[in-house]
């Protein structure tokens, strides 16, 4: 099941700039400058990033980014989240969203009465609105997963004007229910990392 919800902030990860009309700006200006994350989903130097050549997409690949329930787990094996900023650099007089979300993983839930949690929220420092996109996964199943999230227009959180804010994401994998049951949930279906893509939509200010 997905749901969205507009509060009052992403496999991670990876960003891509998708031109969209007239509104969007000169693509040569548009660049990311840096990335940053942190977490217990995502301690340093557990984080594989791939910048393309353009500087205008890139992929995060999670080596610690489980959640797992079961025999020797605690509860803070159950729930594991990972907050990555990006630092685009974008000329003055535009604005971005995130207009879609991909995920790709690998959730292996044997028994009922458990579920498994992919979550990621969006939203602009210095801002409080936010984006939130979640897909849950009932048990018993087990299987890759790989889920294209569209956002409304009309729920969107834009950056905002005249200013240069970094896009942040906080993003989590969680089980919940009966956790003495085995089970897990991981962020890419080979080799148990998540990748998450991320589409950007521009307008003028």
């Given at each position: 099941?997905?749901?969205?919800?507009?509060?009052?902030?992403?496999?991670?990860?990876?960003?891509a700039v998708v031109p969209?009309?007239?509104?969007?700006?000169?693509?040569?200006?548009?660049?990311v400058q840096g990335i940053t994350y942190g977490g217990t989903g995502c301690p340093q130097n557990?984080?594989?990033?791939?910048?393309?050549?353009?500087?205008?997409?890139?992929?995060?690949?999670?080596?610690?980014?489980?959640?797992?329930?079961?025999?020797?787990?605690?509860?803070?094996?159950?729930?594991?989240?990972?907050?990555?900023?990006?630092?685009?650099?974008?000329p003055p007089g535009f604005s971005y969203s995130i207009a879609q979300i991909d995920y790709r993983g690998y959730?292996?839930?044997?028994?009922?009465?458990?579920?498994a949690i992919q979550k990621a929220n969006y939203?602009?420092?210095?801002?409080?609105?936010?984006?939130?996109?979640?897909?849950?996964f009932v048990g018993p199943q087990s299987k890759d997963y790989t889920t294209t999230d569209q956002i409304a227009m009309a729920?969107?959180?834009?950056?905002?004007?005249?200013a240069i804010a970094?896009?942040?994401?906080?993003?989590?994998?969680?089980?919940?229910?009966d956790l003495t049951k085995s089970a897990q949930i991981t962020v890419d279906s080979i080799d148990g990392k998540v990748t998450q893509t991320y589409g950007l939509i521009w307008k003028k200010c």
């Open positions: 099941m997905q749901s969205f919800a507009l509060l009052t902030l992403a496999s991670l990860a990876s960003a969209v009309d007239a509104n969007t700006p000169d693509q040569s200006q548009v660049y557990t984080v594989s990033i791939a910048m393309a050549s353009d500087q205008k997409t890139f992929t995060l690949i999670f080596d610690q980014f489980v959640a797992s329930s079961g025999a020797g787990t605690t509860a803070l094996d159950a729930r594991k989240n990972c907050q990555v900023n990006v630092d685009l650099k974008y959730v292996n839930v044997p028994a009922a009465g458990i579920t939203y602009f420092s210095g801002q409080t609105a936010q984006i939130a996109s979640q897909t849950k729920a969107l959180v834009w950056s905002p004007c005249g970094r896009g942040n994401v906080n993003a989590q994998v969680r089980l919940e229910g």
